[in-house]
């Protein structure tokens, strides 16, 4: 079973268009994480929710708007994209145990803007 | 700033060597330190760090932490060819936002 699951795991579009990524938790998890990994590799935190409340909340433009449904489900929305949103978005989740801050990552969404 | 830095950034080593990669940081506020290997997909959890001088272990990798001295190594022995992949190093600051920032990366290839 998979356990942290995104969609789509590709998406290629035109600047200036709206996109959204899915991502569920089945581990039963209350903290949920989107992350983007740019072409050097580099893994920066955008946004966490515990609970469907919001966070973590990073220095990221305001066309980026998470949404959480549920605490098994983050979604993350972009308007107007741009070619620098080029990147490969990771969703994770990870319990609120407050004893392990393990993240647990799902395979990635690797977006592409022509 | 907080921040991480690993080292080398990259390494080629043929099967059966040993590797050391390291991980130093400058932050404040910590809680702990994690490593995870990054083949095609997503980052796979290895090590999670919280005491000094306590060294971790699974199979063929170890890793163990300095507080004083603020760095972590993740050891490889008799390295094989599926060890290929990007280590990534990150720590957790104190507050419970449960936030991890990571280094760069350290991106190992073993040749057969």
């Known amino acids: 079973d998979t356990a942290v699951s995104q969609t789509p795991k590709y998406l290629v579009t035109q600047m200036g268009n709206d996109k959204s990524i899915k991502c569920e938790q089945n581990?039963?998890?209350?903290?949920m994480y989107w992350y983007k990994q740019d072409s050097k590799k580099f893994l920066k935190i955008m946004f966490s929710?515990?609970?469907?409340?919001?966070?973590i909340n990073e220095t990221v433009p305001n066309r980026f708007s998470p949404k959480s449904p549920d605490k098994a489900h983050l979604n993350l929305h972009i308007n107007s994209l741009e070619l620098g949103d080029s990147a490969v978005y990771f969703c994770?989740?990870?319990?609120?145990?407050?004893?392990?801050?393990?993240?647990?990552f799902g395979p990635g969404t690797r977006l592409t803007v022509l | 700033e907080d921040k991480v830095v690993q080292s080398p950034l990259s390494l080629v080593v043929h099967e059966g060597d040993t590797v050391t990669l390291n991980c130093s940081y400058e932050?404040?506020?910590?809680?702990?330190l994690l490593w995870y290997k990054q083949e095609k997909k997503a980052p796979t959890f290895l090590f999670m760090l919280?005491?000094?001088?306590i060294e971790k272990k699974s199979g063929r990798l170890s890793s163990i932490l300095d507080k004083k001295e603020l760095f972590s190594i993740l050891n490889i022995t008799a390295t094989q060819t599926g060890d290929s992949a990007v280590y990534l190093c990150?720590?957790?600051?104190?507050?419970?936002?449960?936030?991890?920032?990571f280094g760069q990366g350290t991106t190992l290839q073993v040749k057969p």
């Open positions: 994770a989740s990870s319990p609120w145990t407050g004893y392990t801050d393990t993240q647990y």
């Open positions: 581990l039963g998890h209350d903290t």
């Open positions: 929710y515990n609970n469907k409340e919001l966070i």
């Open positions: 932050v404040t506020n910590f809680r702990s």
């Open positions: 919280t005491s000094s001088g």
């Open positions: 990150a720590y957790v600051g104190s507050g419970n936002t449960g936030k991890l920032i």
